[in-house]
């Protein structure tokens, strides 16, 4: 066990006036296994750089381990991946490392092929195995789960599971639960550590939040009471203050000893309300620092003039002569919200580009609702350049509404003005998502909408899709988001 200390740090971007971090401390045990959270944009991956040296920064990081960070860049992915290995760990055992492939289900003819040759989850599992070799290393894994499936997702999970060591980002609640200890997650104005897993963390944090909205109403209530008892006072204060060189009713003099003492208990009690009133505003001013703003979205479907909006019956795809995936059979009926589900490669987008109009190849039968209207959430975000009031204006949606979303979704208002291509890969999703929203359509097809999204805002958009109940057809491996919104399940092998 040691310990990695980071004291004062403080650091921001060359031309930025904001600090991403500013004067943070906090300690970490490097047999933890660290799950790290927070919003898109809070500076995860760029901590992450930071423990691996690449900016410069004010304050102290130290520690007695070197850092690694996944995914491990492949200069030249048709290189075997057996060289791939040996770039990261020029003194591997191979025994180790087929122990390790053998965990993660991987077999040994994978290293005798070309790296881009493998899928993407056969890729992070190599490379994982690869890094996890070294020792006396802390890994630094920064979003393994992106384009793997659900089952790639649970077997990865488990492996970690078994590690130490490690800080991971992920926003997959089942899969952070299931393999770290503690917490490490970037508020809007701190860093916190806790010990335990996603769901324990994020349960502290609702109690944090409602205590301190409690509190925060319970010291409105006092700083308006003392407000009204301190203009009373002033009040009575002033009534005195009239006496003082005037008459009482019978006509005698003032007594002005009297008045004097009067006015200087007026003023005492004055005195005492206004620094209980300034305490109460100093104790509300503590509070709510850390409260994310997940305000509710909308979404308006247009309403179609049949129930069903599409059929495949035994449908299959063919990429030439490769066949894709095989006798697919289902219905889209209104206010359905399905799930499609299977390992990667098993067809999935294909399907949903047949449904969206693009030119698959296929056989069996194929209907599509006449004027059905469709909006497309690509996994593909590579597009996305220019700033938004152009890009809104090119796709005929409303801007403010436009804006408004990206604003709920935790978008400052400075990313207005930036390039799009500069947003972080969830900020770029986060695009595609509230420009689906913005669109008047009869049917919502996403691909993979969730890959590098925080995960307040997956629960947002969860949220939406419970309450106004779109119809939608989506592949997503979040294994949490499917079992809490889909009404159908549609299986490929």
Not at 282 to 287: A, F, H, N
Not at 459 to 482: A, K, N, S
Request: aromatic content about 10%; some cysteine.
């Amino acid at each position: 066990m040691s310990l990695i200390n980071v004291t004062n740090l403080t650091f921001a971007y060359d031309g930025s006036y904001d600090n991403i971090f500013e004067d943070v401390s906090f300690q970490l045990d490097t047999d933890w296994k660290l799950g790290f959270t927070g919003r898109n944009g809070r500076g995860k991956t760029t901590f992450l750089n930071l423990l691996l040296g690449k900016y410069e920064y004010s304050g102290h990081i130290s520690a007695s381990v070197s850092f690694e960070y996944f995914p491990f860049p492949v200069g030249n992915k048709e290189n075997h991946t057996i060289d791939v290995v040996e770039d990261i760990y020029p003194d591997f055992q191979h025994w180790e490392l087929m122990r390790e492939l053998s965990w993660l289900q991987v077999s040994e003819d994978v290293l005798y092929r070309p790296f881009e040759s493998l899928s993407n989850g056969e890729q992070t599992k190599v490379l994982l195995a690869a890094l996890f070799l070294k020792e006396n290393s802390f890994l630094l894994i920064d979003e393994p789960t992106n384009h793997l499936d659900m089952h790639a997702r649970k077997l990865v999970s488990d492996y970690l599971k078994s590690k130490s060591g490690f800080i991971l980002v992920s926003h997959d609640r089942a899969f952070l639960d299931n393999c770290v200890d503690h917490i490490l997650s970037i508020n809007r104005t701190n860093i916190e550590v806790q010990k335990g897993n996603f769901s324990d963390w994020w349960l502290n944090k609702q109690r944090q939040d409602d205590y301190e909205l409690a509190e925060n109403e319970k010291l409105k209530k006092d700083i308006k009471r003392l407000s009204d008892a301190a203009k009373r006072t002033s009040n009575w204060s002033h009534e005195v203050e009239k006496t003082k060189n005037g008459t009482r009713n019978s006509g005698s003099k003032v007594d002005k000893g009297y008045v004097g003492h009067k006015a200087a208990k007026m003023m005492k009690r004055s005195k005492s309300i206004e620094q209980r009133q300034q305490s109460a505003i100093d104790e509300r001013s503590k509070l709510l620092k850390n409260i994310e703003a997940s305000d509710s979205l909308k979404i308006t479907q247009l309403p179609y003039h049949k129930s069903q909006l599409a059929e495949l019956d035994n449908v299959s795809i063919y990429y030439g002569d490769k066949l894709v995936c095989r006798d697919i059979d289902f219905t889209i009926e209104q206010g359905d919200r399905i799930a499609l589900s299977g390992k990667n490669g098993s067809g999935k987008s294909s399907i949903l580009k047949l449904i969206c109009g693009e030119n698959i190849s296929h056989t069996g039968t194929f209907r599509l609702g006449s004027q059905l209207k469709i909006s497309y959430v690509s996994q593909d975000t590579s597009h996305l350049h220019g700033n938004l009031t152009d890009y809104a204006r090119e796709n005929g949606i409303d801007e403010s509404l436009f804006k408004a979303i990206l604003r709920k979704l935790d978008f400052a208002r400075i990313q207005f003005e930036k390039d799009m291509s500069s947003f972080s890969g969830g900020q770029k999703k986060k695009v595609l998502i509230a420009k689906s929203l913005c669109e008047k359509v009869h049917l919502h097809i996403w691909d993979e909408p969730l890959n590098f999204i925080d995960v307040i805002s997956r629960m947002q958009i969860e949220e939406l899709l419970l309450e106004y109940e779109p119809t939608i057809l989506f592949v997503e491996h979040d294994r949490e988001f499917c079992a809490n919104i889909a009404t159908k399940v549609v299986e490929l092998s």
